[in-house]
């Protein structure tokens, strides 16, 4: 009778368990990418065993597909690869890649406006979930496709919707899913963020208009202080302070708490949750970054400064939160761009910067796995370092991108890496031999 009860209890557990393990997989399976910085969006894959050095040739290279000029990249599904292209000047377009060969298995495309934007070409990484593909053109157009048939379930001006106008370098909106919502930021007269439900479109919630400068960042999602809640950066105007981090409440899109009074110059990142109700916000050119408390107290939430650092030049991608550690391209003292790994009492534990000859990373992606970070130079070279705390140390290294503005985030899926310029994707085969 004991071991009866015994062996229920386990089975219990197990059930229990594999209930947990369903909810928190229930978007990806291990081996997929299947949004913006990977299956939680921290851009760090679990994948193990991959290659620690590479021939002087680089890792091997699976296959090319050409595409249109972007910044955007692929997330992957069940072995395939959906990006984002604009092939013309009035034409988006949803490309579904086999990941295996790079082979083209279907598109999606419809005739947009041509109207120009500083920087053309597509932004955005897709969304999928177990029945859904979420996609959000540069100017405002987002669709709801179905995987299974590879037709429209639903679509929405996000601009005319929410009054929202287009911004000099186009919305950048990489959908955030939230239990049985879709979470993007129109910036409009009147809502900063929205919330949609996935199967229908329809609206769940909209937070209140936030005044200042469009932002390019995509909403992020964070439990602080026990709350689900959507942090958010708002810009600042030209030559002013009046720059903004928020957090809206993930279940009615309520303001639960603002940080003001900070010149955040053109944001492109979404402020950093990096645990015990720290936020880490930073902007572009020149900004700084700024490490917040979220205090509670009653109903009420507050934003309290730990430190600033001014140095901060992180531009476009999200820094990596690792065993307590940030990883970040990042401009050096001498404004040379460089990787940086730093403490989250701010300080500084290396700057590639300081070594001689470093390579310039400017603008370019990075993912962390395996123990390894993976980026890309301003040359296209990419780079392969050693994840520590205590100096850059490279591994490998090979030129394999071209040209200008290589400034796409990478993916990772079954030891195939994505990387990107503004004419070409490359798949690559990181793992070990």
């Not at 377009?93 to 070409?121: F, I, M, R, V």
């Not at 591994?395 to 030891?415: C, T």
Request: glycine share 10%; aromatic share 10%; charged share 20%.
């Amino acid at each position: 009778m004991e071991l009866r009860r015994m062996m229920k209890s386990y089975l219990l557990l197990l059930i229990l368990g594999l209930g947990i393990s369903a909810t928190v997989f229930s978007t990806a399976q291990a081996a997929d990418w299947p949004q913006f910085l990977g299956p939680d969006r921290s851009a760090i894959s679990t994948e193990t065993g991959l290659a620690r050095s590479w021939p002087t040739e680089g890792p091997k290279v699976l296959w090319k597909k050409d595409l249109g000029a972007g910044y955007g990249m692929a997330a992957i599904k069940d072995g395939k690869a959906y990006i984002l292209d604009r092939p013309d000047s009035k034409t988006d377009a949803l490309l579904c890649l086999d990941l295996e060969t790079g082979d083209e298995d279907w598109n999606y495309s419809y005739e947009t406006t041509d109207k120009s934007l500083s920087h053309p070409g597509s932004r955005a990484v897709p969304t999928l979930d177990d029945k859904h593909i979420y996609i959000v053109s540069a100017h405002g157009m987002m669709h709801c496709l179905s995987i299974e048939t590879h037709g429209v379930v639903w679509k929405k001006d996000l601009f005319e919707t929410f009054n929202a106008k287009l911004p000099k370098w186009g919305l950048v909106q990489s959908p955030l899913l939230y239990k049985d919502m879709v979470i993007v930021a129109p910036q409009g007269e009147d809502a900063a963020v929205v919330a949609l439900q996935r199967d229908t479109g329809a609206l769940v919630w909209k937070s209140p208009a936030i005044a200042g400068e469009s932002t390019y960042a995509t909403p992020g999602l964070a439990t602080i202080c026990g709350v689900d809640q959507i942090l958010f950066n708002i810009g600042s105007g030209r030559g002013t302070k009046d720059g903004k981090v928020v957090g809206f409440s993930a279940k009615d899109g309520s303001l639960l708490w603002t940080y003001g009074g900070w010149h955040c110059n053109i944001p492109i990142p979404f402020p950093a949750f990096v645990g015990n109700d720290l936020v880490f916000a930073f902007g572009g050119y020149g900004s700084g970054a700024v490490m917040l408390k979220i205090n509670k107290k009653g109903d009420k939430f507050e934003a309290e400064e730990v430190f600033r650092y001014d140095q901060w030049r992180g531009q476009i991608h999200q820094p990596i939160l690792h065993a307590g550690h940030l990883y970040s391209d990042n401009n050096g003292k001498s404004h040379r761009p460089g990787l940086l790994c730093m403490a989250l009492d701010g300080t500084v534990k290396w700057h590639s910067s300081d070594i001689e000859n470093s390579p310039n990373f400017d603008r370019g992606g990075t993912l962390m796995a395996d123990g390894l970070l993976y980026t890309v130079d301003k040359d296209g070279y990419l780079r392969m370092c050693e994840v520590n705390t205590k100096e850059y140390k490279e591994l490998g290294s090979v030129q394999l991108l071209g040209g200008r503005e290589i400034w796409a985030p990478l993916a990772l899926s079954d030891g195939k890496l994505l990387i990107r310029d503004q004419e070409k994707m490359l798949c690559l085969d990181v793992r070990a031999q």
